[in-house]
C-alpha cells in the first residue's frame, strides 16, 4: 500500500495508545467507587479500595519472592475473595494465572503443575487431600501459598509454609504494578479436560480479556453496576472472564464456596443479585430445592447458561422463579462464552415449546468474535444454512486463544486454514443461528452415512424408562461403523433390549438404530462430562 | 525482557487477530437483526439489512470513481441517513471521512477541503448558497456528489453532476470491502473551531473509534437496542462516535434535520427515544418550547449534555420533563466525551443545589480513557486533589487522536511529555473529580496571580441585569495584565460601570474586580462560541 498523508508523523505514543489490558478496570473502577463494596463473601464484605489494594499486595509480595514476567502461578481456588484477587494481582506481576479445575483428580493436577512450569500454588484447605498427592507426584516443587477461607470451617490441613493473608500481609498496597508491555501477551492458562490424551494448555492473552469484559456486557445486558453472584466456577475459563467484567462496571462480586440451593437464594434475595451464570445444573439445583429453601424473587434476575441447551420445562420453572435464562456457548479456546442465542423480539409472541426450541439453538456470535462459520472442515466452504446439513463449527477474532502451551502440533492443527477448528459439529438455519449436533469425533459413519449420537441420544432420552444415555460408534465389518448404546434406567423401571430397538425404529431412520444396546454405569469425569473415550473401549468388548 | 514459554509458537494468525474498527459493528448487526429497525428519517425507515446493503453500495461506488485507502472523502451534510451511511461506507474503502460543521463560512470551508485534499464532496441542498462560494475558493476540485434530502422541501440548488441517490444506485450491495490492514488506520478527519489561527486536523483511527462504542455503552448506560434521537451533529466529532455506538447495539438511529422542540418531542413520543446528547441549548429548546409544542414524555429518556455545566435550575426542570442528564466533557482530539461526571448512588439524598454543583464538575476518565489528569504543564506534576489549585487538563489512552495531520509541530506540542495536553485549566477535587476553570490562555496573570476568566463570568452572570458576559486580559503597565469585562445586557435593562464593579466587589478578591467594563455585542462563532480572541483585540482599543 502507497503511504498517505495519514501515515505521516501520526504515530503511536504514550499519550494516544496504551495496552488493552482488563487489569485497567480494577485500577479506574477504585478510583472512581473507592466506597462501593466490590466483594461480598458470608459476613465478610470488601470495597473497591481494599479490593485494589489487596490485589496490589498480592503482586508485590509475588515479586518479591521472585516471580516475574512469563513465570506461571497456580492456583486450585473454591469462588472466594482470593480467586477474584489472584486474578488482577498474579498478571499486575506479568506472570500469568493458571487456573486448575478443583475436581480433577492427582495425576492430572501434577500433569498440569509440572507442564505449566509452575512457580507459585495457591491452595485452599478443602482441596488439600488431592493437592498433597499431586505434589508427591508432581517434579515441579512450586511454592505454596494456603487460603484458609473463612467460610470453610472444616478441617483440612495445611500443605504450604505460609497463609495467604500472612503473604500479602509483605506486600505494598501501593506497588507499582506492571502494565503489559504487549496487549499480546500472556494473561491466563487453563487446561482442556482431556478427555482424550493429555489435556492442553490453552493460553489467552490481555487483549482477548479487556475485549470479553466489553462482549460480556453487551451480551449479558449488565448494565451500570451490577450484582453478580458466583455460581460460574472461576477456574472454568477464568469464569468466563467476569472478574474483570464485574469489576469494569463497578459491580458487586457475591462469592460462593458452593452451589447449594439455600445460599443461592439468600444471596439473591439479600444481596439483590442481577445476573448469574452456570451449567445447567446450578438451573436444576434452584428448581429442585426443598419448598424449606426457596425464596421467592421479587426482582428480574438474569441467568446466562452454557453446556446443554435447556429444555422448555426447565425454561417455565426457570422464568416462574424470577429468572430470565440466556443460552450461550464457546469453549476454552474462546475466553468462555463466544456464541449467544440472542433473543428475537419477535419470538416473544410464540408458544413456549417454540421459544424453547428456538433458545436451545447455540445462537450468534459473541460481540467480540470477528466471525462464526459451520464449514466443511475438508473444503473450508460454508454449509448451507438449511438446519440440516452438518459442518464444523469455527471462530475467528481477537477472543481466540493464542494458543497451547509448548504444543506447537495441536495449535497449528487447530487454527488450519485461519480458523480455529472448535471440533464441534452442527449446522446454520437460514436465520444465521447456529446449532450444536456432536463434537466430530462423536460423530458414527455407518454405511458412508454420518449419523449423530447427539440425535440418537435425544430419542433414547424420551423413552420413559431411560435416565441417561450415550451413543457411540462401535467397529462393524460390514458398515465401518455402528451405533452402540449405553443406557442406565430409572429406579425402579425396566425394559428389555428389543424394545429399545423397536422405540428407536418408530423414531429414528432405520440406518441410525443402534446395532447394539448396553445396560451399564455411564462412565462421567469429575465435571460430569461423559467419557466417550472410555465408552469406544467399552463398546469394543461387547 | 526473556523471553518465556508463552511467548513461543503463539503467534497471532488470522484466526485469533483482527484489527479493531467500529465497521464490524455494522456487518454483525446486519448479519443477526436484519428486519430491525436501523433509521428512521421523516416517514422513512430502513431496517438493518438495507442500511448495511446501502453503506456497500456507497462504498462500492466510491470505489469505481477511484477512491482508495488513504483518500480524503468530504461530508458536508445534516443528521440524514446519508451521513449515517457515510460513517460506514467511506472507511469501507480506506479512505477517510471528512465531516464538515454546517456553520462554517465560505473561507473556513475552502481551507479545509483543501488541507484534506479533497476528493470526493457530499453536500446538502440546504448548505449549496455557502459551498457553491467555498468551491471558488478552494484550489481542490473534489467529485461532488448532491444528497437532496426528501426531509428538505425547500429550493437549493444542487452543485454536482450527480446526485446521492444514483451514484450508490451503481454501487455493489455486496460489496466486499476492506477491512483495515492494520487498526491504526485513520478513519476520521474532524477540524478544530480554529478561534486562534488556522484549523487544525484532528486524525481518529479504527482502534480508538472501535473502543468508543463499547466505552459510550457503559457510559451512557445505553443498553440493549436503544433508540437514538439524533440532536448532536454527526459533524461534531463523529456524533461523539454514536453512529457506530448504536449500531453496534442494534439501537435504531432517529435523524433529525434541525434541532427543534415539536420534531423532538413527536420523535421522543412516537419513537420511544431513550437517548439522545446535546449541548445546553437542546436543553433550552426543550425547555422553553411553547406549550402546544411540548408533550408529556412517559418513559425516561437519558439526556447526555456536554458544553456548560447543566445549572440547578435546568435540571430540575429536565427532571420535571422526563429527562435524566449526564454530564460529560471531551475534545474533538478525544473522539468527543472522554470526561464523564459518573453518578454516585449517595448523592440522590442530597439537596437539589448540591446535586447540580456536583453534577456542574466534568467528572472522571472515560471507561476507554487510561488515565486523566491535572497537572503543572510546566514540572507535569499532579496538582493537589484539592478543589482549589489550578493545573492543565492531561489525557493519556487509546481514545486520543493519531495527531494533527499535517501539522507535525502542533501534534507534538500537543503530546509533550506523553499525555495530550488539552489546553483546558481545571482543579481536581479530592474524590477525583476534575472541574473545568478555563481555557488556558483565557486565565489571566495579574500581578503574579492567576484569575479564571470563568469565574468572573459566573459573577456577572448573576448580575441580575446581565445577559451574557465574556472576561479577557487586558495589557496593563502596572499589573502586567487586568480583567476585562465585555457585557450584554437584557432586554429593557440598564445598569451602570459603576454598579457591576460594586457588585463584583461584593462577591470577589479585590484582585480579581474587572478594572474595564464594556457594553457591547460579544462576537460569536458560528456555533456560539465566544470568540474571545477578538474580545482581547477590542480590549487593547478600549
New interface residues.
Partial sequence: ??????????????????A?TPL?FLE?TA???PDRVAIVHGRMWRTYHEFYARARRLASALSKIGIK???TVSAMLANTPEMLEAHFGVPMTGA?LHTINTRLDAAIIAFQLDHA?SKVLFTDREFAPVMAEALKLAKVKPIIIDVDDLEFPQSGSLLGTQEYEAFIDGGDPSFAWRWP?DE???IALGYTSGTTGNPKGV?THHRGAHLMC?AN??SA?L??APVYLWTLPMFHCNGWCFPWTIT??GGTHVCLRWVRAKAMYEAIDQHKVTHLCGAPIVMSTFLNAPAAEKLAIAHKVEFITAGAPPPAAVLGQMAAAGFNVTHVYGLTETYGPSVVN?W?GAWDALPAGEQAQLKSRQG??Y?AL?DLRVMNPETMEDVPADGVTLGEVM????I????Y??N?AA?EES?AG???HSGDLGVRYPD?YIQLKDRSKDIIISGGENISSIELEDVLYQHPAVSAAAVVAKADEKWGETPCAFLELKPGMTVTKEEIIAWCKEHLAGYKVPRVIVFDEIPKTSTGKIQKFRLREMAKRV
Fill in positions: 500500500m502507497t503511504r498517505s498523508q495519514y501515515d505521516l508523523h501520526l504515530d503511536k505514543n504514550p499519550a494516544n495508545f496504551q488493552l485497567s479506574r478510583s472512581i467507587h514476567p512469563g513465570d500469568v512450569e508491555a499480546w501477551e500472556a493460553v466489553y456486557t453487551l445486558g448494565g451500570r469494569a462496571l440472542e428475537q450468534v456470535r460481540p470477528g471462530f475467528r477474532g481477537n481466540v486463544m493464542k494458543g502451551l509448548k506447537q495449535t487454527f485461519g480458523w480455529f444465521g
